[in-house]
Protein backbone atom coordinates (compact mmCIF):
# COMPACT_ATOMS: atom_id res chain seq x y z
CA UNK A 1 0.00 0.00 0.00
CA UNK A 2 2.65 2.37 1.05
CA UNK A 3 4.23 1.30 -2.43
CA UNK A 4 1.42 2.44 -3.92
CA UNK A 5 1.16 6.08 -2.64
CA UNK A 6 4.41 6.78 -3.01
CA UNK A 7 3.99 5.65 -6.86
CA UNK A 8 0.97 8.00 -7.11
CA UNK A 9 2.58 10.86 -5.12
CA UNK A 10 5.45 10.36 -8.00
CA UNK A 11 2.95 10.25 -10.67
CA UNK A 12 1.30 13.12 -9.78
CA UNK A 13 3.86 15.51 -9.16
CA UNK A 14 5.70 14.86 -12.41
CA UNK A 15 1.89 15.77 -13.85
CA UNK A 16 2.17 18.99 -11.90
CA UNK A 17 5.43 19.74 -13.20
CA UNK A 18 4.64 19.22 -16.53
CA UNK A 19 1.77 21.40 -16.84
CA UNK A 20 3.25 23.85 -15.95
CA UNK A 21 4.82 26.54 -18.32
CA UNK A 22 8.76 26.68 -17.82
CA UNK A 23 11.60 28.65 -19.21
CA UNK A 24 12.65 26.19 -21.53
CA UNK A 25 9.58 27.51 -24.07
CA UNK A 26 10.83 30.71 -24.11
CA UNK A 27 14.42 31.38 -24.67
CA UNK A 28 15.66 34.88 -24.66
CA UNK A 29 18.04 34.86 -27.97
CA UNK A 30 18.97 38.37 -27.17
CA UNK A 31 19.02 42.17 -24.64
CA UNK A 32 19.59 45.50 -25.96
CA UNK A 33 19.31 48.14 -23.22
CA UNK A 34 19.73 52.25 -24.41
CA UNK A 35 18.42 55.14 -22.95
CA UNK A 36 15.87 56.92 -25.18
CA UNK A 37 13.92 60.05 -25.69
CA UNK A 38 12.37 58.71 -28.14
CA UNK A 39 8.46 59.65 -27.83
CA UNK A 40 7.40 56.45 -30.48
CA UNK A 41 8.82 54.35 -27.88
CA UNK A 42 8.42 56.04 -24.47
CA UNK A 43 5.39 58.08 -25.41
CA UNK A 44 4.78 61.59 -24.63
CA UNK A 45 2.75 63.91 -22.76
CA UNK A 46 0.93 67.57 -22.83
CA UNK A 47 1.32 69.88 -19.90
CA UNK A 48 -0.71 73.32 -19.52
CA UNK A 49 1.42 75.88 -18.63
CA UNK A 50 -0.62 78.78 -18.50
CA UNK A 51 -4.15 79.45 -19.97
CA UNK A 52 -3.95 78.79 -23.76
CA UNK A 53 -0.72 77.73 -23.70
CA UNK A 54 1.08 73.42 -23.58
CA UNK A 55 3.92 72.17 -23.18
CA UNK A 56 4.82 68.79 -24.53
CA UNK A 57 6.77 66.41 -22.14
CA UNK A 58 8.63 63.77 -23.36
CA UNK A 59 10.43 61.34 -20.88
CA UNK A 60 14.13 60.45 -21.18
CA UNK A 61 13.66 56.31 -20.07
CA UNK A 62 15.60 53.50 -19.97
CA UNK A 63 14.55 50.97 -22.26
CA UNK A 64 15.42 47.72 -22.60
CA UNK A 65 14.34 45.30 -25.75
CA UNK A 66 14.96 41.05 -25.01
CA UNK A 67 14.73 39.24 -28.30
CA UNK A 68 12.39 35.94 -27.59
CA UNK A 69 12.56 32.19 -29.15
CA UNK A 70 9.12 30.73 -28.45
CA UNK A 71 10.34 26.55 -28.84
CA UNK A 72 6.64 25.72 -28.06
CA UNK A 73 4.25 24.52 -30.42
CA UNK A 74 1.85 27.03 -29.45
CA UNK A 75 1.97 30.28 -29.90
CA UNK A 76 2.06 33.48 -27.65
CA UNK A 77 -1.23 34.37 -29.53
CA UNK A 78 -2.75 38.62 -29.17
CA UNK A 79 -5.42 36.48 -26.57
CA UNK A 80 -2.26 35.78 -23.99
CA UNK A 81 -0.53 39.32 -24.65
CA UNK A 82 -2.51 41.32 -21.53
CA UNK A 83 -2.07 37.90 -19.65
CA UNK A 84 1.80 38.63 -19.75
CA UNK A 85 3.47 41.13 -17.51
CA UNK A 86 7.32 41.11 -17.43
CA UNK A 87 9.73 42.92 -14.66
CA UNK A 88 13.28 43.53 -14.23
CA UNK A 89 14.35 42.59 -10.89
CA UNK A 90 17.85 44.77 -9.97
CA UNK A 91 20.72 43.42 -8.13
CA UNK A 92 21.42 46.09 -5.03
CA UNK A 93 24.42 47.49 -7.62
CA UNK A 94 22.00 48.50 -9.68
CA UNK A 95 19.14 50.00 -7.35
CA UNK A 96 21.65 52.21 -5.56
CA UNK A 97 23.01 53.40 -9.23
CA UNK A 98 19.48 54.56 -10.10
CA UNK A 99 18.75 55.51 -6.69
CA UNK A 100 21.85 57.72 -6.45
CA UNK A 101 21.12 59.43 -9.85
CA UNK A 102 17.11 59.54 -10.28
CA UNK A 103 16.04 60.01 -6.42
CA UNK A 104 14.03 56.66 -6.36
CA UNK A 105 14.05 52.86 -7.49
CA UNK A 106 12.69 52.67 -10.64
CA UNK A 107 12.06 49.11 -10.65
CA UNK A 108 9.35 48.99 -7.91
CA UNK A 109 6.75 49.90 -9.59
CA UNK A 110 4.27 50.27 -7.50
CA UNK A 111 6.11 53.04 -5.95
CA UNK A 112 7.23 54.58 -8.78
CA UNK A 113 6.17 58.19 -9.70
CA UNK A 114 8.17 58.18 -12.89
CA UNK A 115 6.39 55.92 -15.15
CA UNK A 116 7.44 52.76 -17.12
CA UNK A 117 5.50 50.44 -19.78
CA UNK A 118 5.91 47.27 -21.40
CA UNK A 119 5.28 46.06 -24.74
CA UNK A 120 4.85 42.00 -25.93
CA UNK A 121 4.63 40.68 -29.79
CA UNK A 122 2.46 37.80 -30.52
CA UNK A 123 5.19 34.86 -30.95
CA UNK A 124 3.96 32.62 -33.35
CA UNK A 125 5.28 28.63 -32.33
CA UNK A 126 8.35 28.09 -32.60
CA UNK A 127 9.32 31.50 -33.81
CA UNK A 128 11.09 34.80 -32.41
CA UNK A 129 9.21 38.06 -31.24
CA UNK A 130 10.51 40.92 -29.05
CA UNK A 131 9.62 42.20 -25.16
CA UNK A 132 9.91 45.56 -24.60
CA UNK A 133 10.18 47.17 -20.96
CA UNK A 134 10.73 50.77 -20.09
CA UNK A 135 11.74 52.57 -16.48
CA UNK A 136 11.16 56.73 -17.02
CA UNK A 137 14.16 58.56 -15.75
CA UNK A 138 14.13 62.07 -15.89
CA UNK A 139 11.79 64.56 -18.27
CA UNK A 140 13.50 66.49 -21.29
CA UNK A 141 11.95 69.64 -20.04
CA UNK A 142 11.09 70.84 -16.80
CA UNK A 143 8.48 69.09 -15.16
CA UNK A 144 6.98 68.34 -11.17
CA UNK A 145 6.34 64.72 -11.83
CA UNK A 146 9.67 63.59 -13.10
CA UNK A 147 13.47 64.79 -12.34
CA UNK A 148 15.82 67.29 -14.69
CA UNK A 149 18.03 64.85 -17.09
CA UNK A 150 20.97 63.76 -15.18
CA UNK A 151 24.12 64.44 -16.53
CA UNK A 152 25.93 61.94 -19.54
CA UNK A 153 27.99 60.66 -17.49
CA UNK A 154 25.29 59.50 -14.55
CA UNK A 155 23.22 58.40 -17.49
CA UNK A 156 25.99 56.18 -19.26
CA UNK A 157 26.26 54.94 -15.35
CA UNK A 158 23.21 53.44 -15.35
CA UNK A 159 23.34 52.11 -18.65
CA UNK A 160 26.53 50.05 -17.60
CA UNK A 161 24.59 48.68 -14.92
CA UNK A 162 21.28 48.13 -16.45
CA UNK A 163 21.96 44.06 -17.19
CA UNK A 164 22.71 43.74 -13.64
CA UNK A 165 19.15 42.33 -13.07
CA UNK A 166 16.59 39.17 -13.56
CA UNK A 167 13.74 39.41 -16.09
CA UNK A 168 10.79 37.90 -14.52
CA UNK A 169 8.06 36.90 -17.28
CA UNK A 170 4.47 35.87 -15.55
CA UNK A 171 1.39 34.98 -17.21
CA UNK A 172 -1.58 35.30 -15.06
CA UNK A 173 0.61 36.10 -12.22
CA UNK A 174 1.94 32.95 -12.07
CA UNK A 175 6.26 32.97 -13.10
CA UNK A 176 6.45 31.00 -16.26
CA UNK A 177 10.37 31.84 -16.86
CA UNK A 178 13.00 34.15 -15.41
CA UNK A 179 16.52 35.08 -16.94
CA UNK A 180 19.58 36.50 -15.45
CA UNK A 181 20.54 39.39 -17.62
CA UNK A 182 24.35 39.93 -16.31
CA UNK A 183 24.48 36.46 -18.63
CA UNK A 184 22.87 37.49 -22.33
Not at 5 to 34: H, P, R, W, Y
Not at 86 to 99: A, D, G, R, T
Not at 161 to 183: M, P, Q, R
Request: with cysteine; aromatic share 8%; glycine share 6%.
Amino acid sequence: MKKYVGFLFFVLLLFMVSACSNSEDIKLSKTEVMITNNKDLVGERTKTIEEGKSQTIVPTALYYTFTVKNNSNKSISNADLNKIKLKIKPNQELVSVVEDTVGSNIYNVNKNRLGWGQGIEEIPANGTGKFNIYYNLCADKQDNKLPSIPTKKELKRIKENALKATLVVSKDGEEIAHFNLNKN
